[in-house]
């Protein structure tokens, strides 16, 4: 998969080199490409915004470098196997669908990925019904809180995605048993020493009864999902008051 960011803070992505991503990247399994939106201005103070018609407090960012900068990145990354043939611009943004590890799964098999990182009240409306004569493109929200700027959500993004690319991670099991992968969130996890500060690891997971083992942490799943995330559970789970596991 390749990945093309278009900001006007490129150096907020050099830590991308360094994560797990460093690794995908050294494999050839990711290729990441970090784009200064300023590149593609031609005035001297190399403007990327001006105010807002109709009026209205803060700048947005003007439509002709954007316009530019999807050009010359749409439909550069061949498509390998198994993947899509065009590109996917991604413009992170408080107005977006959410972003979910179901959504994540599906933008792991994209073979081109463009994120637009917005800064200001936003970019103008039509880059994105341009660049969607090019491409696919999706406005996704990382939550509903206003950042800054795009590259916040899209660095979460790309981790997120870039993670369930296969042959990033070295154990895929590891991405079975997470939180939101079943649709619950994840037991709790123990590890050495079996005492720490009075406290003791479960005497199940000591057990090697894996039966067991398995239905603890699935019980431990559905009832940490029922106290901290209802809304995850099909309505006929509806918590009863003062079920939760108390802390202490
Ligand atoms: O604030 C965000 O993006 C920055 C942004 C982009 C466009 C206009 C305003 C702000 C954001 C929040 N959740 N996901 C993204």
Redesign the pocket.
């Known amino acids: 998969m390749r990945i093309d960011i278009v900001t006007i803070f490129p150096e907020f992505f050099g830590v991308l080199d360094v994560s797990l991503l460093g690794k995908a990247r050294r494999e050839r399994l990711l290729e990441l490409g970090v784009h200064d939106l300023r590149e593609w201005t031609h005035d001297r103070h190399r403007t990327v915004d001006d105010t807002p018609y109709g009026g209205g407090a803060g700048m947005v960012m003007k439509p002709e470098p954007w316009g530019e900068a999807l050009d010359a990145l749409l439909g550069q990354a061949p498509a390998a196997e198994g993947e899509r043939a065009d590109a996917l611009v991604v ?6 669908v959410p ?1 979910t590890q179901a959504l994540a799964r599906e933008l792991a098999s994209e073979s081109h990925i463009v994120f637009a990182c ?6 103008d409306a039509r880059v994105a019904d341009d660049a969607a004569t090019r491409a696919r493109v999706l406005e ?11 590259e916040v ?1 899209a660095m979460a993004m790309i981790e997120a995605i870039g993670r369930l690319v296969p042959g990033v991670v070295g154990n895929p099991e590891s991405l079975v048993e997470e939180s939101h992968e079943a649709g619950l969130l994840e037991h709790p996890s123990y590890t050495k020493p079996q005492v720490w500060r009075g406290r003791e690891v479960p005497e199940v997971l000591r057990s090697g009864n894996h039966a067991a083992i398995a239905a603890w942490r699935h019980e431990q799943s559905l009832e940490r999902t029922r106290r901290v995330r209802p809304d995850l559970l099909p309505a006929a789970a509806e918590p009863e008051p003062g079920t939760g596991r108390q802390h202490g």
């Open positions: 413009f992170p943004t408080p107005a977006g972003f917005g800064r200001y009240e936003g970019i996704v929200s990382l939550g509903d809180y206003v950042l800054n700027g795009g959500a």
